[in-house]
């Protein structure tokens, strides 16, 4: 069965701080992996993409790693902001059209 | 072209009536996805449009869920003779098949459409 799992399911950080996001799946075929933020009460908006090939990409102070043997991902945020505050969501795509969701890491920025 | 946009934002009903949602995706967008989201919980997929030809249909969307594409563009989610485990963001996203590998198909999501069944 196709499966995305995340760790943890909350954090709660203080403002500056660093944290990593861990995301295991177990997908067939797998096409890319993504990771998506969402803010209470918003659809989810992209933020990285990682393909078989690439083990690190970076977006601002969000870096994705992908181990494709392991079937890991994580994310990491640096020196956390307020705003960093939502819900974050490991997808991986299956074939052309499928996307399997994980249920999220609610992370909790405070000042 | 301001992204994906789902109408109305918030319904609220009572259990036995019908809803209906509306999607309109990316204008160069030639798929469309609905969602439905618990709180606490990723999405989860209902149905897939390519076009206006709907592809596939979870178990999810029992015989009281419809979803139509008519001409390709916008979408429409209708709920019949709601029932309080309804009550869910349903959400669109909409994506471009064409062009290069992981770029093509980017999900882009609407805000989604929060629904309580009283």
């Known amino acids: 069965k196709n499966q995305v799992e995340q760790s943890p399911q909350s954090l709660i950080i203080l403002e500056g701080k660093n944290c990593t996001l861990q995301?295991?799946?177990?997908?067939?075929?797998?096409?890319?992996l993504r990771w998506y933020k969402q803010d209470t009460g918003r659809g989810p908006v992209s933020l990285t993409i990682m393909t078989f090939s690439e083990n690190t990409k970076s977006n601002g102070r969000y870096t994705a790693t992908l181990d494709a043997d392991t079937k890991q991902s994580s994310l990491h945020i640096t020196a956390s902001q307020l705003s960093d505050s939502a819900s974050y969501i490991c997808v991986v795509v299956s074939g052309t059209y499928k996307y399997i969701f994980g249920t999220g890491t609610r992370l909790k920025v405070l000042a | 072209d301001t992204g994906v946009s789902q109408n109305p934002r918030h319904k609220i009903t009572k259990r036995g009536q019908n809803v209906t949602f509306r999607c309109d995706p990316i204008?160069?967008?030639?798929?469309l996805y609905w969602y439905r989201q618990t709180l606490g919980q990723g999405p989860e997929f209902l149905t897939y449009f390519q076009n206006e030809a709907q592809l596939e249909k979870s178990r999810l969307l029992s015989d009281r869920f419809s979803a139509e594409r008519p001409k390709g563009s916008f979408s429409t989610l209708e709920i019949q003779r709601t029932e309080q485990g309804d009550s869910a963001m349903y959400l669109c996203?909409?994506?471009?098949?064409?062009?290069w590998g992981s770029g093509a198909n980017v999900l882009t999501f609407g805000a989604g459409s929060r629904l309580t069944v009283l």
């Open positions: 996203a909409s994506s471009n098949s064409r062009g």
């Open positions: 204008s160069e967008h030639n798929r």
């Open positions: 995301c295991n799946y177990t997908v067939s075929p797998f096409s890319n």
